[in-house]
């Protein structure tokens, strides 16, 4: 397993926890149809998150979670490739699909775990990140996200032996 690899699955496995920790329930997702692959990549959906709410039925949305050590520049070119952009052949199978980055080295006053949603995005406008904590309908506490930005910020430089 290279470098890379490792911090995938960690922040796969952080992203998780900061879910678990917001009491939702999550569940691997289930590959029904052809993963979607980019190269050695796969953009399919990690797992499903719900949550039961006072009202009305449980929230649910997929997630899929992605290293990146440079979030902006990947955004940037992905905007770039229009119609063969990952976001927008994803939006075509999984429309309620949350991807969530996570980076050590977020630009300043960024957050390291930031989200692109699929079902928010504006055809034709360029994709951008939200700080996870800022998405409104995820219901995620600030103080959780922090605490495991700490984490990702740990367990990186010890990766990376800063």
Known sequence: MDLLEAKSRIAEAL??????RAR??????IQTTIP??????????????????EQGPPQEFLVE??????????????SQRGENSVFKMARQKW???YFVFV???PERGRSCFQVVSLQSHEVGAAFA??????????????????????????IYALLSGA
């Open 129 to 154: 990140a939200a700080d996870l904590a800022d998405v409104e309908e995820l219901g995620l506490f600030r103080h959780n996200v922090e605490d495991h930005e700490e984490l990702v910020r740990r």
């Open 15 to 20: 992203v998780e926890s900061i879910f678990r």
């Open 103 to 105: 980076t050590e080295r």
């Open 24 to 29: 939702y329930k999550i569940t691997p997702f």
């Open 36 to 53: 979607l692959r980019v190269g050695r990549e796969d953009f399919s959906p990690d797992f499903r998150v719900a949550r039961e709410l």
């Open 95 to 97: 429309p309620n699909l």
């Open 65 to 78: 979670v992605k290293y990146r050590p440079a979030i902006e520049q990947y955004l940037s070119v992905e």
